[in-house]
T-cell receptor, first 114, second 113 residues
Framework: NAGVMQNPRHLVRRRGQEARLRCSPM?????VYWYRQLPEEGLKFMVY????????ESGMPKERFSAEFPKEGPSILRIQQVVRGDSAAYFC????????????FGPGTRLTVL | GDSVTQMEGPVTLSEEAFLTINCTYT??????LFWYVQYPGEGLQLLLK?????DKGSNKGFEATYRKETTSFHLEKGSVQVSDSAVYFC????????????FGRGTSLIVHP
């Protein structure tokens, strides 16, 4: 049973470009969560999605960031016009239901903005 | 709101030393409590959890007891190994709430041979 998959593992972008991060949840999981981990800081919640729905985006910056989880395919976190401050590790987690109270994390995408 | 406070790191120990990483919390409801571990270059993995007061979670020699009276969930291990070097995150989620966990800032553990 494959775990949570994220790609790419490392992504380098220049300021102003777009970054697209992908997350495939564990088989049977329909709940996906995105987190950002800045150097020397903890894990910050960004957005919680179910298939085709955004449930909670209270941690998402209002501009340049968007997320989706289509009926088919992986969840996508999109960052438009990246800036140096977006450099961080972005983790995706999945669970079979929110009440399961355990999340399964992917290995993360490390975004570097030059 | 909900919050988790962990002791600041890094915690540096010699192999076979005793480990304690302190964690305290505030929660608006009745939380479940977790410890996650992040090895270098990897994502977080659940280490142990406890869902009600006085429960003890344990795994791989690590233990933590849910103390409601002191709102604490301290992580302990009797004899650490070099392979335990990692970042440890305390977290909570509240049943009946959004279920989105709240994480502490993480505590880095470095174990020397």
């Amino acid at each position: 049973n494959a775990g949570v998959m994220q790609n790419p593992r490392h992504l380098v972008r220049r300021r102003g470009q777009e970054a697209r991060l992908r997350c495939s949840p564990m088989k049977g999981h329909s709940h996906v969560y995105w987190y950002r981990q800045l150097p020397e800081e903890g894990l910050k919640f960004m957005v919680y999605l179910q298939k085709e729905n955004i449930i909670d985006e209270s941690g998402m910056p209002k501009e340049r960031f968007s997320a989706e989880f289509p009926k088919e395919g992986p969840s996508i976190l999109r960052i438009q016009q990246v800036v140096r401050g977006d450099s961080a590790a972005y983790f995706c987690a999945s669970s079979p239901a929110p009440t399961y109270n355990e999340q399964f994390f992917g290995p993360g995408t490390r975004l570097t903005v030059l | 709101g909900d919050s988790v406070t962990q002791m600041e790191g890094p915690v540096t120990l010699s192999e076979e030393a005793f480990l304690t990483i302190n964690c305290t919390y505030t929660a608006t409801g009745y939380p479940s409590l977790f410890w996650y571990v992040q090895y270098p270059g990897e994502g977080l993995q659940l280490l142990l959890k406890a869902t009600k007061a006085d429960d003890k979670g344990s795994n791989k020699g690590f233990e933590a007891t849910y103390r409601k009276e002191t709102t604490s969930f301290h992580l302990e291990k009797g004899s650490v190994q070099v392979s335990d070097s990692a970042v440890y995150f305390c977290a909570l989620s509240v049943d009946g709430g959004s279920y989105i966990p709240t994480f502490g800032r993480g505590t880095s553990l470095i174990v020397h041979p």
